[in-house]
């Protein structure tokens, strides 16, 4: 996590080098999931500006920052865009982003570079920068597990741990999902529940410069009304695409289980390909 008291060893060293030392190149992610290319914080870490920044996807949170410099009251960090991309053991890996500009001239070709964001952090009454940095930045995905959104959750309990992985990870991420006891669709009165509608999922940009491909599954539950609920991210593929499986998945249609003939809630996997 991001320091509020100086370490001995960094005692003696100027507020901007302790702030280096703490910031450039760490694992760092934004609390807040920001979007955006300019950033603003006041001393809370609170989004400031005449345009506030939206939220996006938690696996484009991620920040590398290069370099820091303090102008007054003010903290500028200039950092690249990173995302979290899954790998062949279902865990997220940070991948830097680039974007792409097409230059033209007597012929096209494109430019690629990283995709820089700039972010202003503003100091509080004693001119520290440590609250607000704090509330800005996780440092780390053991301390990001501490502000993923509900779907999030379970992913984060196995996966996020410092260390985790393999066949503990994916034990955690299994019990914690929500799944209905008593069901027995080899008899005849009871059944599983089932997707009617097949979720139209589109790329993100992000996925196709990273040449995402592997397979994303999700636990949901479904009410006796065909209504889902309880969303949670099993085995994510990254780049921005978990949150447009979800909203699609919300969107579609379902048929509920049945015990002894009546409806009841069921949880119910899905699991999606992409190339």
Known sequence: MIALLVPAA????????????????????????????????????????????????????????????????????EAQRVALVAGKDGRLERRGLLSTTLMFGTMQKEYRAKEI?????????????????????????????????????????????????????????????????????????????????????HTTREAAELHVAGEAEVHLVVRPDATPTGFQIVRPIGAGLDEFILQALSECRFRPAKRNGTAVASGLAFSMQYQ
């Open 10 to 77: 960094l005692h003696g060293q100027s507020t901007e080098d302790r702030l280096r030392e703490q910031l450039v190149h760490q694992p760092l992610y934004l609390r807040g999931f920001w979007m955006g290319f300019a950033l603003e914080f006041d001393a809370t870490g609170k989004p400031m500006g005449r345009d506030l920044p939206q939220p996006g996807p938690l696996t484009l949170s991620g920040i590398d920052v290069s370099d820091i410099s303090i102008h007054g009251k003010k903290l500028m960090l």
């Open 117 to 201: 964001v700039k972010i202003v952090v503003h100091a509080d009454a004693t001119g520290s920068f440590d609250a607000a940095l704090k509330a800005i930045f996780a440092n780390g995905l053991a301390d990001l597990a501490l502000s993923v959104p509900p779907y999030w959750r379970c992913y984060a309990s196995g996966y996020f741990r410092d260390g985790a992985g393999g066949a503990d990870a994916q034990q955690a991420v299994s019990g914690c999902l929500d799944r209905a006891d008593g069901l027995d669709p080899s008899t005849g009165d009871d059944s599983a529940p089932d997707i009617l509608t097949e979720p139209q999922v």
